[in-house]
């Protein structure tokens, strides 16, 4: 009994100190991780509106839980970004898609997308991009054929973005 | 002649955890597609390794031997963890192309089989050596695993620092119609690792033979 407890106290300090450690290691580095996270979405958004000033909307109604962020581009128009669940499961493709204010879609960028090489991938293919980017905002957009779960997935997420910039921010 | 001890470099094939103890071949097989990712995962499998054998050689003496394998985890763990915010603060890119992998070396055998086999039982100075050499072997089998599939995946070697992605160096030689796809897959790993693994092993029997020769030959000079 006396050596039962010793051994759940020894474990429970070497725990203890465990998550000690883990607390300071996660104190020292957190300020540092999310500004990486923003510079990181900065970067992709440069790549639909070049220069512009980027202001993320907070507290947004999602039912879907697509949706991670909003940012508003200046006067152009507003950049979604997503976490859609393609073949290899939950948020496995990430993509941003923006709204122009003149009702067409202004840029769809993959940002990382877990799915098959050389098929689950061809949602970041040009033609598939060329194929959304210029469409009217709400437009149906066509599926890849071999490709479908995860292009479909992109659409739902697309459709999401869709509704909410509708009944929000249009 | 003596039977002497094999060298530095000589144990770094002869004892390698990865080709002949068959040691945390996960990770190897995951990750080693890029010498970026090959050196990432060999600093940090050493910077774990180092101190987890430090921190085990440290507490072997008040260590209850009943539940030595749970506290191996717990700080084994908990390196992991801290290694892992420190890669994802200043190593992003990284820390995306090494993924779960960088979790997994919790359970990476080599570094829980060196706290078990040899941390637990020398004191600290052996235990960072031990490190050295097992670190060091790693690094030697996830880095000619990774040449040479991004060699035939890509056609060519880069490296770049990973801190500020600056790069070192990069050449291609082969055009991109010969390079091989197929070794930048799970596919490819296995191949890739089969015939390294047999290299070690035709490497160690070589040495074992010519040791037993040598010592035949000792004895019967007597």
Do not use: W
Request: aromatic fraction near 10%; charge should be neutral.
């Amino acid at each position: 009994m006396k050596r039962a407890l010793y051994l759940a106290f020894f474990l429970a300090i070497v725990s203890a100190l465990a998550g000690g450690a883990l607390t300071l290691a996660n104190d020292l580095t957190i300020d540092r991780i999310n500004a990486n996270k923003v510079a990181a979405d900065k970067a992709n958004l440069e790549l639909i509106y070049p220069g512009a000033e980027f202001l993320p909307i907070e507290g947004f109604d999602d039912e879907t839980g697509l949706i991670q962020n909003i940012y508003q581009a200046g006067d152009a128009g507003y950049v979604y970004k997503l976490a859609v669940n393609g073949f290899s499961g939950s948020g496995s493709i990430e993509f941003m898609v923006a709204f122009g204010t003149d009702g067409k879609i202004a840029g769809y960028t993959v940002i990382s997308c877990s799915d098959t090489k050389g098929i689950g991938d061809k949602v970041a293919s040009d033609s598939f991009v060329n194929s959304i980017v210029g469409k009217d905002v709400g437009a149906s957009i066509d599926t890849i054929s071999g490709s479908t779960v995860s292009s479909s997935a992109v659409v739902g997420g697309i459709d999401a973005a869709v509704a909410h910039y509708e009944a929000n921010l249009k | 002649m003596e039977n002497k001890k094999p060298n530095f470099l000589q144990s770094l094939i002869l004892e390698n955890p990865v080709f002949v103890l068959y040691l945390g071949i996960c990770s190897i097989l995951g990750v080693s597609t890029s010498l970026d990712n090959a050196l990432g995962m060999s600093l940090l499998v050493f910077v774990v390794l180092l101190f987890s054998n430090i921190i085990v050689s440290l507490l072997r003496k008040i260590t209850p031997n009943e539940i030595r394998i749970p506290v191996y985890i717990v700080i084994i763990a908990t390196l992991v963890s801290v290694a892992e915010m420190f890669i994802k603060a200043y190593a992003t890119s990284l820390y995306t192309s090494m993924g779960a992998f960088i979790s997994l070396v919790v359970v990476n055998c080599i570094i829980l089989g060196r706290a078990e086999a040899c941390a637990s039982k020398n004191n600290v100075l052996t235990s960072i050596k031990d490190a050295c050499v097992m670190g060091a072997g790693y690094a030697v089998a996830i880095f000619s695993l990774s040449a040479i599939r991004q060699f035939l995946a890509e056609g060519g070697l880069s490296l770049s620092n990973p801190l500020n992605l600056a790069t070192i160096f990069k050449f291609t030689v082969l055009p991109e119609e010969f390079a091989i796809g197929l070794f930048s897959k799970p596919v490819g790993a296995f191949i890739t690792f089969g015939i390294l693994a047999a290299v070690f092993a035709a490497y160690k029997q070589g040495y074992e033979a010519k040791q037993a020769a040598a010592a035949k030959k000792a004895k019967e000079a007597k």
